[in-house]
DNA sequence: CGCTGCGTTGAGCCGACTCAAAGGTTGTGG
DNA sequence: CCACAACCTTTGAGTCGGCTCAACGCAGCG
């Protein structure tokens, strides 16, 4: 639970959260965490797996609208009480805490700092939403591939799932084609050419990234939107620690 | 100021809002609101006109990110005190309202409802871009231009801002270009298949509306994701009132 | 051991892009 | 008030990235 703290600041009033989990569950692959059109009364976080936000067109067509970590919150709009516009899914064997609303709402009162942290991680969802639309909108497919890649293994990188260079990735090329907006045909062939430049090597179940370096420039990555905590930055981003304030883009 | 309250809820403490606004200033058209890496301390409501977000790659590509109507703030995302990953611009002559943020602050926790409006505001936009994200990787240049157009539609609706099924929409096509992902050119080609279809008029400073029934359709739109008032979706989406409950995608 | 779902590969096609140039508008300065 | 300049829109020709359709291989699983 504490786990989001890594992604943003929280203080020792961590046991106010620790006494709050009610349910530590195991969710299999493929199952809806919460699907669109329900009004959550509870709060979920992914403690550990894979999952995603996404949303269906009538004829079928998806798109995976976020991709949730450990240490994920899938339902910060909850508090709304409007139902939900999207789905979330787990895309591998999860296990998630589960938290009701009203114990959540009176920590939130009374510790302002945690109230704080789940703003702050709302704003890091939107930034990652943002960028991800330049991906789809402004990449060409190898780009993307790129981009995708490199930021889910920071965000890995954030919560402790790297070693080695490797990330547990247990995506479908589907899975992939529906995030990035492109077709699975053309996600193998993008695969294989990051494959063949030795950029990466990657099956069903894990990504090892050989040559950082070289992924981050096929990106054109810019990691300013993911607020990452210095350590991290230090060790794969180390072009942001030099100066924190980006060029100035004209209109 | 006030305006915001139509899109969301809010009660009769709008007096605090009322005198908390400092300046109320023109600014001119394509003009920098706020630009990518600075830091803002104080917080803009824009009041008349129109605006957008957006990010531009080292080369220039640019996608905008999402448009700022009448009421809609600039910078939700103020508090956090980083620097922003992206800038805004006016799109047009615009009214702006800025407010310091200190004051704000006091005024949020006095007035909790004005507090929990602002966060309903924010979930508000975070479902605008994520639909963005469906309708650039998802759609076609068809159903993608006319889902833009009726959404800005239905959005100017929210703020009073329809008169005779005509809204102010004054864009460039290279901007709306760069809001779908597409090129201004084809954007062109996509513009001039719905006019003569018959199902919209527009210039570069109006849009009309002539088949608001078509338009939907073609765009496939689905309205619950802009959580509209209930006297807006009874006069431009009907559909939406019938049932709340929309159907239960498969994964 | 066969089924089912996923990855891989190839052929052909089409939507959207680039390049290029010609009209329209708008605004500005003479 | 006109003429020019700057910007935007429109149109055409040609190209290409990414899509569809289709088949085949492979692996995990019952």
Redesign the interface.
């Known amino acids: 639970m504490r786990l989001r703290s890594l992604g943003s600041l929280s203080l020792l009033d961590e046991q106010a959260l620790e006494g709050l989990t009610q349910t530590v569950a195991s969710v299999p692959d ?3 965490l919460m ?3 329900e009004c959550p009364d509870v709060l979920k976080v992914l403690l550990e797996g894979l999952a995603c ?1 996404y ?5 079928g ?3 995976i ?1 976020s991709f949730l970590v450990p240490g994920d919150v899938c339902d ?2 909850a ?2 009480g ?2 939900l ?3 979330v ?1 787990t895309l591998a064997p999860c296990i998630v805490a589960t938290v009701d609303w009203e114990g959540l709402e009176a920590v939130l009162s009374a510790h302002p700092t945690i109230a704080e942290a789940f ?2 991680a ?2 890091a ?3 990652i ?6 991906n ?4 060409d497919a190898y780009e993307r591939m790129a981009h995708l890649l490199w930021e889910l293994f920071l965000r890995h990188a954030v919560v402790g799932r790297v070693q080695d260079n490797v990330i547990d990735l247990p995506l479908t090329q589907m899975e992939i084609a529906d995030a ?2 492109l077709s699975t045909v053309y996600v193998n062939k993008t695969v294989n050419r990051l494959r063949s430049s030795g950029v990466v090597a990657m099956d069903r179940r894990q990504l090892r990234v050989l040559a950082m370096e070289e992924l981050r420039s096929i990106a ?1 990555f810019d990691a ?2 993911l ?1 990452l905590p210095p350590d991290i930055a230090a060790r794969y981003e180390p072009a942001l620690m030099s100066d ?8």
Chains 1, 2 share one sequence.
């Open positions: 493929q199952h809806e699907s669109e059109g936000r949303k269906i067109l009538p004829d067509r998806r798109q609208v910060l709009e508090r709304s409007r139902p516009d999207h789905g899914a703003r702050t709302t704003l969802d939107v930034a939403l943002r960028e991800w639309l330049v789809v909108g402004r990449r990035l907006g054109g300013s939107y607020r924190a304030r980006p060029r100035i883009g004209p209109i």
